[in-house]
């Protein structure tokens, strides 16, 4: 029982309510005859003052409020029938008698205040809760106290009004309670959103889950079965300590657990010691001796969009009935979203695994490379040479033809080097990174075209109006060189014309190199991609088939694209899209 005062505040009511009279017992003997004498006075002049105002009397008994009013002794003098129906007494019965004769649960809630308005003369108001005679469950009041005052200002009692407000503070604890859980909602949503690691994903899941369903614990277990397809990994526990479930072995697929690693549904039991499926399983036949006492349980499979059964959440507490209607459909809620979050966060796991893999496995393709480089590139000097040592020691000796095979000899074996420097630039290309800079692509293409050896009757021609973009240097001066040095090589023409131009689609350039040469059959231009690839037999052409498998590669590393259109005997031109904004990561803004 408690009394909460809510308010204060002077009352005086210059003409109180009142209602049938009655005799006020006389004074106890141990009261003083003067005492006694003045004691009766005060209570007549309060039955006196009561009398008056048959208006106000009439108004006194069709309040819906409860009204009353106590004399000095904390005896009821007045009350109306709704006060007598908030108690649960007839009327009658509380006439003459003291509040702790007719309450004695709530005496001592009630006389505090009374006797504080006897002493001080103040009225204020107070809120009161408590169980009365018919109440099943506590009620709440909200009480006005004041002072009940003779015309020379002595106070002869109390007035009470009383207002049953159980409902409205049922209503504020529901609203509460509502707003707790959609905070709760909230902040589990947000962290279930934005959690990637799994281990606390799943422990913000269990907690979440256990103070949302009232719960006295909740574990979270893993669908994972041992050699026996029998036990479960606890994974979370929340409401208590780990170590309460730390003696016990891992939970088995006993008839009460089954459903909910099968995915079947949820399981709600008001009491799970009298369901059928309780207890059938051996060897405790029930739960294992020491366990945390479960009576009420609640048990919802956590699945993932695959439909794969990723575990369960499971929740006890020691008393009956606990877990209502509305805290399930809250866990089941939570728990789908928890499958998604965890279904994220297995896919984040795996793509950073993949990660580190593609990682060590292209420093172990570098290493390779560079080793493959080195330990080719070695004996292929050493043939060089020996070929030209061969053809110095036969000077005299040497015919035309076997020179010429010299010189043959010599070229396949610059072809090999250059081909071995193709392969590791291609090894390379896409995967090294610089930072973005700002690069005028017109200038980019001027350094281009000094590092190429232009045939003299060649012309290039780039467009006005090249942009400037944020991207990294080295990789589009690459792709610029090899576009423009394969329209040169290939051209098979003394007028051989190239033309670059550029136009810009949204948050990406469109880069095109024209030729006039003798063009692709549109049967070859998906091939011509492919490394190693070339459309001319390489001792009338040289060349490695990497140039354009390099350009694919580094584009699509950008977030681009890459694509030729091409007829035979009318000149090829090759496109390619790069973005204007280039991030860190090596792909473009979108």
């Known amino acids: 029982m408690e009394n909460t005062d809510s308010h204060q505040g002077a009352a005086e009511p210059s003409e109180p309510a009142s209602c049938t009279a009655v005799e006020v017992t006389p004074a ?30 009439a108004f ?10 106590i004399d000095p002794d904390l005896r009821v003098v007045r009350l109306n029938q709704a006060l007598a129906d908030l108690s649960g007494i007839p009327l009658e019965a509380h006439l003459g008698r003291t509040i702790p004769e007719l309450l004695p649960e709530m005496g001592d809630a009630i006389v505090g205040p009374l006797r504080r308005v006897l002493e001080t003369g103040d009225a204020f108001t107070a809120e009161v809760t408590g169980m009365t005679r018919t109440s099943e469950r506590p009620r709440s009041w909200l009480v006005n106290y004041a002072p009940v005052r003779a015309k020379d200002g002595r106070i002869l009692g109390v007035g009470t009004i009383v207002l049953d407000i159980t409902e409205r503070k049922q209503t504020e604890d529901r609203l509460q309670e509502e707003g707790e859980t959609l905070e709760l909602l909230n902040r ?18 269990t907690d979440a889950a256990t103070r949302l369903s009232g719960a006295q614990f909740g574990a979270f277990f893993y669908n994972v079965t041992n050699s026996d397809g029998k036990s479960y990994m606890l994974y979370t526990i929340s409401g208590v300590d780990r170590e309460h479930f730390s003696g016990f072995p891992m939970p088995r697929n006993t008839d009460v657990f089954a459903p909910t690693f099968n995915g079947e549904g949820v399981v709600r039991l008001d009491d799970v010691t009298k369901d ?60 789908a979203q928890a499958a998604i979050a965890m279904d994220n966060a297995h896919l984040f796991r795996k793509a950073q695994q993949l990660i580190q893999a593609l990682e060590r496995s292209n420093k172990e393709l570098d290493r390779f490379a560079y080793v493959a480089s080195h330990d080719l590139k070695a004996p292929l000097r050493a043939i060089a040479n020996l070929s030209q040592w061969i053809e110095d020691d036969l000077v005299d000796k040497a015919t035309p033809e076997t020179r010429q095979h010299m010189d043959l000899l010599r070229s396949r074996v610059v072809r090999l080097e250059a081909l071995i420097d193709g392969i590791l630039r291609y090894s390379r290309a896409g995967r090294l990174r610089d930072r973005p800079e700002i690069v005028d692509v017109q200038k980019l293409l001027d350094d281009v075209l000094a590092l190429l050896a232009v045939p003299p009757g060649a012309s290039i021609d780039i467009a006005a109006g090249m942009p400037t973009l944020l991207a990294e240097r080295v990789p589009l001066e690459q792709v ?22 550029g136009r810009e689609v949204g948050d990406l350039w469109e880069f095109s190199v024209k030729d006039n040469g003798p063009g692709i059959d549109p049967r070859y231009h998906g091939k ?48 390619f899209t790069w973005p204007r904004l280039e991030t860190d990561g090596g792909i473009g803004m979108r």
């Open 188 to 205: 589990a949503g947000k962290q279930l959103a934005a959690e990637l690691d799994l281990e606390k994903l799943v422990q913000a899941v």
């Open 28 to 57: 106890s003997p141990q009261r003083g005859e003067a005492g006694a004498a003045l004691l009766g006075q005060e209570r007549q002049a309060l039955h006196e003052s009561l009398a008056d105002g048959a208006l106000v009397d």
């Open 480 to 501: 610029f060189m090899n576009l423009i040095g394969n329209a040169l090589k290939y051209a098979d023409r003394p007028d051989a014309r190239v033309e670059v131009r």
């Open 60 to 69: 006194f008994q069709a309040t819906t409020a409860g009204l009353g009013v």
């Open 276 to 335: 059928a499926r309780y207890g059938n399983n051996a060897p405790h036949h029930g739960m294992p001796k020491g366990h945390l006492p479960v009576v009420s349980y609640l048990a919802v499979p956590v699945v993932s969009r695959s439909g794969h059964v990723i575990g369960g959440l499971f929740f006890g507490h020691s008393g009956r009935g606990v877990f209502t209607e509305r805290a399930e459909k809250l866990v089941v809620g939570l728990a």
């Open 528 to 575: 011509v991609w492919e490394i190693f690839q070339t459309l001319n037999a390489r001792d009338n052409i040289e060349g490695t088939g990497i140039g354009l498998a390099i350009v694919q590669k580094i584009v699509l590393s950008k977030g681009g694209r890459v694509w030729v259109e091409s007829e035979r005997g009318a000149g090829a031109t090759f496109f």
